[in-house]
């Protein structure tokens, strides 16, 4: 059995409510419908993105500082090398500033990634699609309550998204509460002191159904963090994922992660923390550090995961194409999980 096999999840006695080809059809409804709601509620313009970055500008997102990314040479640009992206946290920053926008207004895109040392199993797929999103905000407006307004106002388009494709395939099942929940990493550390960050998040999702659980990346009372971030675009203190109990696979999926953007005091702390303080020679890093760039808030939302949420799909697979293990092909087959 490989590796991969060992995590995937086989619902006992699983039917796609939907086949293939009408799961297509709602593939686009969901994400026609999610991202005109997300623009309105958000104030949002939709803009195009680069799928790949020069590495000498700093600004490819760098995950947890372990995951490799894909490069490659391009024809007539000597001894250049460029990278696919890992998602635009840092580039939305600089394209807000470049396309002369304004306090309160933001734009999203359509980014597309690969992520080439992703656990394949139910939720991860080497083919990332979420829509990314940033708004400029007022330095003021660096604040736990205006995260919380702005998570709220996601939720309510979850919400909203769920109505439009339940009026479309009744056969399907209404799963979202009506309010999301809020909870620090440290609070749930202290509720659940004895589990894993992962074990933590599963028992608080599975209580409140939604959760927003903020203040990751930083250190908590154990010594320990809750989980990794990059140091130089989420604000450690100010930032979170937003966490849905999904009953067919008996556990909590990210859909969301976002938070207010580093300013440069907190770049400069998280740099430190991180023992990254070589990054600050980067171009993007000396644009933030010497306040060249708007202070920002922003994020991604999984395109295919909240397509497998409303459509009720046991893998990712059924609503993306990707590449998968032969014996996960053949298991997910043999079970009534029809890969795409």
């Known amino acids: 059995m490989s590796e991969n096999l ?37 104030n949002l313009t939709r803009v195009s993105a680069p799928l790949f970055v020069m590495p000498q500008s700093g600004m490819n997102d760098n995950l947890n500082g372990v995951e490799r990314p894909v490069t490659f040479d391009v024809k007539g640009i000597q001894f250049k090398e460029v990278e696919i992206v890992h998602s635009l946290a840092k580039w939305k920053r600089v394209a807000l500033k470049r396309y002369n926008f304004s306090i309160g207004e933001g734009l999203y895109t359509d980014m597309n990634a690969i992520r080439r040392d992703e656990d394949l199993d139910n939720l991860h797929s080497i083919y990332v699609d979420q829509w990314d999103w940033e708004i400029i905000i007022p330095k003021t407006d660096r604040t736990m309550e205006k995260l919380k307004e702005v998570v709220t106002k996601i939720y309510s388009v979850l919400k909203e998204t769920e109505s439009f494709i339940l009026k479309l395939y009744p056969n399907l099942e209404a799963f979202l509460p009506e309010e999301i929940t809020f909870i620090t990493s440290e609070e749930l550390l202290n509720m659940y002191p004895d589990l894993s960050p992962k074990q ?8 409140h159904k939604a959760v927003f659980l903020s203040k990751i990346g930083d250190l908590l009372s154990n010594g320990e963090k809750h989980d990794g971030r990059a140091p130089d675009y989420d604000d450690w203190s100010l930032n979170g994922d937003i966490l849905i109990w999904y009953p067919l696979l008996d556990m909590a999926l990210e859909i969301s992660s976002m938070g207010i953007r580093v300013d440069e005091d907190a770049l400069k702390s998280q740099l430190e923390k991180a023992n990254c303080l070589e990054r600050t020679s980067l171009p993007f890093h000396q644009d933030l550090l010497n306040q060249k760039l708007p202070y920002t808030m922003g994020g991604g939302i999984g395109q295919s995961r909240l397509c497998m949420l409303y459509l ?4 990712i697979g059924e609503v993306q194409a ?13 079970s009534g999980i029809h890969l795409l």
């Open 6 to 42: 060992s995590t995937l999840i086989v619902p006992q006695s699983y039917n796609s409510k939907l086949n293939i080809r009408e799961t297509e059809v709602a593939i686009k409804q969901i994400k026609d419908f999610f991202e005109t709601s997300l623009a309105k509620n958000l």
């Open 322 to 334: 990707s590449i998968w293990s032969d014996d996960m092909i053949l298991t997910c087959e043999k």
């Open 312 to 315: 009720l799909k046991a893998h």
């Open 200 to 207: 933590r998040e599963s028992e608080i999702t599975k209580k």
